[in-house]
């Protein structure tokens, strides 16, 4: 059984009181003899040295001055409205490895070099108490503090001038907004993101990608639980700016495109953020990432496709989703499909 039901191996927000955890990868590891345990590696590879070790600036980083060429790489989505552009996200972005609690290939600043816009990551508490990057707990992935995560994020920004990013943090151990706050501000990235003028954007209030890099507010920043913004305006409440389709799916025909989270909720005035990447069950209802079946489930066309969910969803909602979450987003051909989303050639 579950020692930690309250633990899930994913994310939690929205769900708790709603449905029963599954078994999961994390219960799998509870049971296994601390022998065991000792052998599993407990870190990722380390991020390169430039990067991790770069200090905060203490001024806020220039504003752009003139109007950008291309925006996230293309001249046409310079002025669409951020909620009307598809990005692909790289689920569980943090955890980079070979092991089964793994989710990625490549570490963050390739993910971002290889043109990942759209970054989820879950975060814990450590047993130092130190905000971190951990799957379910620290005990079975600890990818190190988030400060460090948001300092490579803030590097990459300052060399990229021209890129919109979103980060959904899960609040697995559901602290205050101040304590993201915190490790935003310590990294030097809180100077980035964006601030809505009002408390609540409609979907057509969204600024163009054009608008938040000329104000240089080109990180959009979530929280899946925990967000208040009225101590800390730029970490936004997830839930209420998009809804989620189901994750832990098995089917690898990803048949649906239901709306999951937040509880009894309606798609009316939300982005969407679709779930679509497969896990496979090891047993007794155990659940890791299907690295099998990437071709066809990180593919642009065909049956089980990023393409064919999405088209399943534009087809239920007569929208786009905002955010595509995928695992091992290197296999696969996942910016043909968002090229496709976003009707670029
Ligand atoms: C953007 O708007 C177009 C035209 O209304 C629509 O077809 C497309 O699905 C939208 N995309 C998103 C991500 O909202």
Redesign the pocket.
């Known amino acids: 059984m579950n020692m930690f039901p309250f633990l899930r191996r994913d994310k939690t927000a929205g769900k708790q009181k709603h449905q029963q955890p599954r078994n999961s990868f994390s219960s799998f590891i509870m049971r296994l003899p601390s022998a065991l345990l000792a052998l599993l590696p407990s870190s990722s590879p380390p991020l390169p040295s430039t990067t991790s070790l770069s200090l905060p600036s203490t001024t806020p980083a220039p504003l752009a001055t003139s109007a950008p060429t291309a925006c996230n790489g293309h001249p046409e989505l310079c002025n669409r409205a951020y909620?009307?552009?598809?990005q692909i996200g790289a689920h569980d972005s943090a955890f980079v490895g070979p092991l089964p609690q793994d989710n990625q290939n490549l570490d963050l600043t390739s993910q971002l070099n290889a043109g990942i816009r759209f970054l989820q990551a879950q975060t814990h508490l450590d047993a130092l108490g130190t905000l971190s990057l951990c799957h379910t707990t620290c005990l079975e992935k600890d990818a190190g503090p988030l400060t460090t995560y948001l300092s490579t994020l803030k590097t990459w920004l300052d060399a990229n001038p021209s890129e919109v990013l979103t980060l959904l943090l899960v609040n697995g151990d559901n602290l205050k907004a101040s304590a993201f706050d915190t490790a935003y501000t310590t990294s030097g990235l809180k100077p980035y993101a964006y601030t809505p003028p009002k408390p609540h954007l409609a979907l057509d209030e969204w600024p163009t990608l054009q608008d938040l890099i000329k104000a240089n507010t080109r990180l959009i920043a979530f929280l899946d639980a925990g967000a208040d913004t009225t101590s800390v305006p730029y970490l936004l409440d997830e839930f209420t700016y998009f809804f989620e389709t189901p994750y832990d799916t098995t089917d690898p025909s990803f048949p649906q495109c239901t709306l999951d989270r937040p509880p009894h909720a309606t798609a009316d005035g939300r982005m969407y953020i679709v779930n679509h990447f497969l896990d496979v069950d090891i047993g007794g209802g155990i659940l890791i990432p299907d690295r099998t079946a990437l071709d066809t489930t990180n593919a642009a066309t065909g049956k089980g496709s990023i393409g064919a969910q999405a088209d399943l969803c534009?087809g239920l909602y007569g929208?786009?989703?905002?955010g595509v979450l995928v695992d091992f987003f290197d296999q696969g051909d996942v910016f043909t499909a968002q090229n496709r989303l976003n009707r670029l050639a």
């Open positions: 909620s009307n552009i598809t534009v929208r786009g989703p905002v």
